[in-house]
Every structure is written in structure tokens, then in C-alpha cells.
């Protein structure tokens, strides 16, 4: 049965591919109606790490943001110096950045203007089910939808956007849609005076003409990515080719660092020098940890301190080490082989000393776990889910309001798989056995090869159809995705 299902999908998925491959391909050569000939470029090589602009607030109204955002097709340099048919969220890739507070009453006045539906998805918030932009609710090309929604408080960190219509993500991600979000804290205890940058890590695999390459399901390469995930040999930050980034010699910054990659892993290093890890997905940390090098997963993100702690003039380079995540029958050649991701250029010195860093920046409250409604196992195996793929009228997982839930994730075959819940963000409590030496707030946990994973999960709001998936995409496409159903509580009995 999974196995005719899994067929069933794959032959969709081809049949949407070619009839959008037929109409990009009569819009490429019609007038610049779909395709505008103008567009920022994505990316300008070996320059200064640009970051991608804020969505402006039309709203003047305290505490509410408002914001116009639009899908559509581009023409824009995917692989920089070469402009070709894009998709980009109003024009740019990345998408603009949509910059909130904790609290604030977010409006977003969607447009879709590709020539196919889709969603968007707002990765990691905490926020009503019909607003979540999964694949249950897609917006038909050229239609508009309003999201609307108020971000909790307590939830300042990074999370971002992207389409999740049925079976395309992977193909409209690859085609330049994502974007980040930040959400910040009106009282975040790191200093504000320390310097901010967003780093939106994607990769991409291009044609001769610098168009993505996306490969023939049927292909033995559309076999790899179906198995591996589709990986780029081109390693982009904020759609730039090995940018700079200036630090002064002294100084302390921030980086925020989303990956948006369909199934690429990195581990990322300054050679030389240590990192502060000091969040994740769900935000800050309690504590900093200072760690060589740190594991950040597709759709993974965090929050790091990099001290500048070298003489002017000198240069590093922020890389991504070998991590070994494939199954060793698909596994790339060059899977062992640092990359470069950009370079840290010192500049001159800094006059002022970087300021003091809390050694505590919040409380991260434990969720109670001395009442959980229900323990579950789920097996995650090759493009399966509990043996099974998606069935949007299929519910995987039934639980009510309130309740608190401790899910055991085992992934019982031979390459890692990112597991992703929407609407709630968890807690992880271990792996194989070991207990997490740090608590945060997580909303994607890596399972590797062969390995289980506890989480621990409340239910604490928003009934409703949530997704839970794998975040390789071409394995999410593919049907390794399950739906959790929230009741509203029982009725209490009167007496
Ligand atoms: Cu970013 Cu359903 O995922
Ligand atoms: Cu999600
Ligand atoms: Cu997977």
C-alpha cells in the first residue's frame, strides 16, 4: 500500500513538474508580463555580505505590523553574474525579512503571482492552524490571502518563511523562495550595541545558463535526490558567492544564521577559534556554550557570538566541516571536503571595548512532565512515517488541548532525517539515552542514522491540523509528512 501510494505521488508530482515546466518555458518567452525584466540581483560575488531589506510596516498603528508580500516570478541572478527565470518573494532572493516584536499583531496582505499555487509557511511561530500555511490551505495562482496572526510572547528568535504547497516545496524553494523572520524581545539581554547580521545559508545546483538544475525524477541523479535530498555543489549566504563580512579586531557580533537548504547539513567553524553558541530555533539559550563547531540541520537555525579575536589586517573564514548524514550507497564523493561559506575580514581595531556578556540571558522553563497524556513512538525509515506516507485526509495523530505529549523519534535506517513539527515548539529531553545537556526550544530536531530521540511537547493553544515531517524536501514532496490533529477539550459534564 505505501509503496503504490509513494508511485502515485511520484507520477503527480511528474505531471505537475512537466505542465509547469511547459507553461515557465511559454512565459519565458512571452513579453514581461510574468518574467519583469527588472529585479535586483540575488547575489554579487566576493563583495560585503549584504543583508537582505525588511519588510516595510504600512501599519501606524503601535504593536501591529502590516506588510504587503508578493510570489512571484523574477528575473534575477540565482548563481550571481547569470540572470535567469526566478521565483522570488516581492522581487529579491532572499525574500525581504519580516522584523516583529513579541506580541505584535502581524498582517501580511499575500499575492500570488506565480503561474501555480502555493502557500507560505511561517516556520517555527506559534500561531492559529489556518494561518500556518501548510499544504492544507494553498492559495491558487493569482489569488490573495491575508495572514493574520499575534506572536506569542516569549518567542524572540530566528524562524523564517517559505511555500509548502503539496508535493512543489522543493522545486519552489529551489526556484528562490524563503525568507527570513526575526522576532525580537523588547527586553533581550544580549547588548544591543553589538553588531547584527543575518546569514540565510542556501545552496543550489545550476544549469550551464544559471538556471537551477532541478533533475528528471527518472534520472539516476532524480534517484539520488530523491534518496539524499537534493544537494547543490554551490554554497550561497544571503544569495552571495563567498561574501565578507568586516569585524573589527576586539569587537563582538551577532549572527543569526537560518539554513535554508533542501537537505544539505552544516557544520559550521571558524578554524582557529572558538564560537558562543547562544541560541537555537526557539531563541536564547539559558547560558552561551562555547563550542569548535556547531550542527545546524535543514531549517535548523541559531544564534552565535563571534569575538573578534584576531590583528587587523588578518583574515578567517566561516566553513562548513565534513558531516557524514548519507547513506553510504548515495553518499557524494566529496562529502568529506570543508567549504568555505565567507570570509571574516579585520579591519581596523575597535576603539570601544565590546561590552559585557550576561552569563545568564533567560529562563528556559522545563515543560512539566509528571502528567503526559500520551507516550508515542514514531519510526521514521526511508520516506516513511509509522510505515506510511501523507495522506492529506488521513490523521496520524489524534490529542486534545492542553495536553502534554512525549513523542519518541526512532530513525531506523542508515542517513539522518530532520523531523519537523509544526506550531509547537518542543523540548528535547534525549538521545539514545542520553539525556540533552542544554534545554531550548526547538521546532526541527536532526535524528541521526540509526538513532531515538525523546521530545517533549504541550499542546498548550491552537486546535486544529498541524503537519509533522521530515524537512529534506525531497522527502517531505515524497510523502514523509503526517498530520497531528489538536481537539478542543471535552466538555466538562454538569453535575
Ligand atoms: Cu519548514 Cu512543514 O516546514
Ligand atoms: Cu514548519
Ligand atoms: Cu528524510
Known sequence: MPRQLRVVRKSLGLTLLTLLASSAFL???????????????????????????????????????????????????????????????NGSVPGPTLEVHEGDHVIIHFHNDLPEPTTIHWHGLHIPAAMDGSPLRPIGAGKRYDYVFTIPRGSAGTYWYHPHPDVRTGYQMAMGLFGAIIVRDPKDPLPASLPEKLLVLSDNRF?????????????????????????????????????????????????????????????????GQTLLHVGDDGGLFERPREVNDILLANSERLELLVRGTRPPGSRASLQTLPYDRYDPHTRPESWDVARDLLSLRYVDASSQPSPALPSRMRTVVPIDT????????????????????????????????????????????TMDHPFHLHGFQFQILDRDGVPEPYRSWKDVVNVRKHQTVRVVVRFDDFPGKWMFHCHILDHEDHGMMGILEIQPPRPRRKS
Open 370 to 413: 509528571t502528567h503526559v497524556l500520551h507516550h508515542r513512538v514514531l519510526v521514521l525509515s526511508q520516506g516513511l512515517i509509522n510505515g506510511r506516507t501523507m495522506d492529506m485526509n488521513r490523521v496520524d495523530i489524534r490529542s486534545r488541548l492542553g495536553a502534554t505529549e512525549i513523542w519518541q523519534i526512532e530513525n531506523v535506517v
Open 27 to 89: 512565459r519565458a518567452s512571452a513579453p514581461a508580463r510574468h518574467w519583469p525584466s527588472a529585479g535586483r540581483f540575488a547575489g554579487v560575488s566576493a563583495d560585503t555580505l549584504t543583508m537582505p531589506v525588511v519588510l516595510k510596516n504600512i501599519s501606524t498603528v503601535p504593536g501591529t505590523v502590516e506588510v504587503n508580500l508578493s510570489a512571484g516570478p523574477a528575473r534575477l541572478a540565482l548563481l550571481p553574474g547569470h540572470v535567469t527565470n526566478a521565483y522570488a518573494y
Open 207 to 271: 544549469k550551464p545558463d544559471g538556471s537551477p538544475d532541478i533533475s528528471d525524477p527518472n534520472s539516476t541523479q532524480g534517484e539520488i535526490d530523491q534518496e539524499n535530498g537534493r544537494e547543490g555543489n554551490v554554497l550561497l549566504v544571503n544569495g552571495q558567492l563567498s561574501p565578507v563580512i568586516n569585524i573589527r579586531s576586539g569587537e563582538t557580533q551577532r549572527w543569526r544564521v537560518i539554513n535554508v537548504s533542501a537537505a544539505r547539513i552544516y557544520r559550521l567553524a571558524i578554524p
